[in-house]
């Protein structure tokens, strides 16, 4: 079992900067984690994943060159840390842990946390 435990979000102008945080807890080890978001009437969408060395990581296009994934195995923490902000990037953004690396699809990751709220103000 993995718990995780989203924090960071909040609301920020256009263009701003943010960092969201996920606490894992558990059974941890070999985990790639993932970001995901969801905003309202929206299906929810992957935004990237990093592998469990840190080594690899793969952006959804909406958001590459603007967010980069990180991750501190020997905190459990693994963070989200998003530059150029946009208003549609309004959005719950959730953590997850999974086992395949590079996957996009939601049914491969098997924890989420709660999630944490991000709105982009215009």
């Known amino acids: 079992q993995v718990q995780l435990v989203e924090s960071g979000g909040g609301l920020v102008q256009a263009g701003g900067s943010l960092r969201l945080s996920c606490a894992a807890s558990?059974?941890?080890?070999?985990?790639?984690m993932g970001w995901f978001r969801q905003a309202p009437g929206n299906e929810r969408e992957f935004v990237g994943g990093?592998?469990?060395?840190?080594?690899?990581?793969n952006y959804a296009d909406s958001v590459k060159g603007r967010f980069t994934i990180s991750r501190d195995n020997a905190k459990n923490m693994v963070y989200l840390h998003m530059n150029s902000l946009k208003p549609e990037d309004t959005a719950h953004y959730y953590c997850a842990a999974g086992r395949n690396y590079g996957s996009t699809l939601r049914g491969d990751y098997a924890y989420w946390g709660q999630g944490t709220q991000v709105t982009i103000s215009s």
């Open positions: 558990g059974r941890t080890f070999g985990y790639t």
């Open positions: 990093i592998s469990w060395s840190g080594e690899m990581t």
